[in-house]
Nanobody, 127 residues
Framework: QVQLVESGGGLVQAGDSLRLSCAVS????????VGWFRQAPGKEREIVAA????????AYADSVKGRFTISRDNAKNTVYLQMNSPKPEDTAVYLC????????????????????WGQGTQVTVSS
């Protein structure tokens, strides 16, 4: 069974930086495509960023392009989300998700594309 554990959330001021981590259990981490999603109260879950199993390709929501960066360290079974210049509208629970992928270059950006989810970590951005 694959387990995902997010960490690094908290309270941050607008314009500061924050790095989220997603630790994925299992010995086949390099076969998983991974995504970061977020869900604010009363809103649907939305994609933030996603990365292919190779780490070579990534995709971002328009709202975070140029501010957030997704990366992965396959040796540490961990995916990161570097959040630079966060805004109050970035406040949400951030969740990571993983899915076995047959391809090095495929990124998955839909919630239905993932079978495995973490519990989430709260990020609150104050103005």
């Amino acid at each position: 069974q694959v387990q995902l554990v997010e960490s690094g959330g908290g309270l941050v001021q607008a314009g500061d930086s924050l790095r989220l981590s997603c630790a994925v259990s299992g010995r086949t981490f390099n076969t998983y495509a991974v995504g970061w999603f977020r869900q604010a109260p009363g809103k649907e879950r939305e994609i933030v960023a996603a990365i292919a199993r190779s780490g070579t390709y990534a995709a971002y929501a328009d709202s975070v392009k140029g501010r957030f960066t997704i990366s992965r360290d396959n040796a540490k079974n961990t995916v990161y989300l570097q959040m630079n210049s966060p805004k109050p509208e970035d406040t949400a629970v951030y969740l990571c998700a993983a899915q076995v992928s047959m391809y090095d270059i495929v990124v998955i950006t839909t919630t239905s594309g993932y079978d495995y989810w973490g519990q989430g970590t709260q990020v609150t951005v104050s103005s």
